[in-house]
């Protein structure tokens, strides 16, 4: 079982940046693969990036690549997620989201935390 608490979120101007961190619990964190979700008003909620349980191997969906980055810390239990450029298309709830299984991680991961709005104003 996974826990999962999101925060850092906020007002940001477009072009600017935000760090996202997301506190994990439960003993086998290092084990599960861990991402990001974002679900903007009226829209299905997506898939914005993943990291495997090393932290050595990252995706990311296009609309984010250059400018999202996503991390982990085994030690601290934390996943973060530093967006850089951004855009008022990238105002959303964000999730943090974990699985056991890399493939699912970024389709239907098992685990989730409540979310954290991140608004972009032009």
């Known amino acids: 079982q996974v826990q999962l608490v999101e925060s850092g979120g906020g007002l940001v101007q477009a072009g600017g940046s935000l760090r996202l961190s997301c506190a994990a619990s439960?003993?086998?964190?290092?084990?599960?693969?861990m991402g990001w979700f974002r679900q903007a008003p009226g829209k299905e909620r997506e898939f914005v990036a993943a990291?495997?349980?090393?932290?050595?191997?990252?995706y990311s969906e296009d609309s984010v690549k250059g400018r999202f980055t996503i991390s982990r810390d085994n030690v601290k239990n934390m996943v973060y997620l530093q967006m850089n450029s951004l855009k008022p298309e990238d105002t959303a709830v964000y999730y943090c989201?974990?699985?056991?299984?890399?493939?699912?991680?970024?389709?239907?991961?098992?685990?989730w935390g409540q979310g954290t709005q991140v608004t972009v104003s032009s």
């Open positions: 989201a974990a699985d056991w299984m890399m493939s699912m991680m970024r389709v239907r991961p098992a685990y």
């Open positions: 990291i495997d349980r090393s932290g050595t191997t990252t």
């Open positions: 439960g003993r086998t964190f290092s084990s599960a693969a």
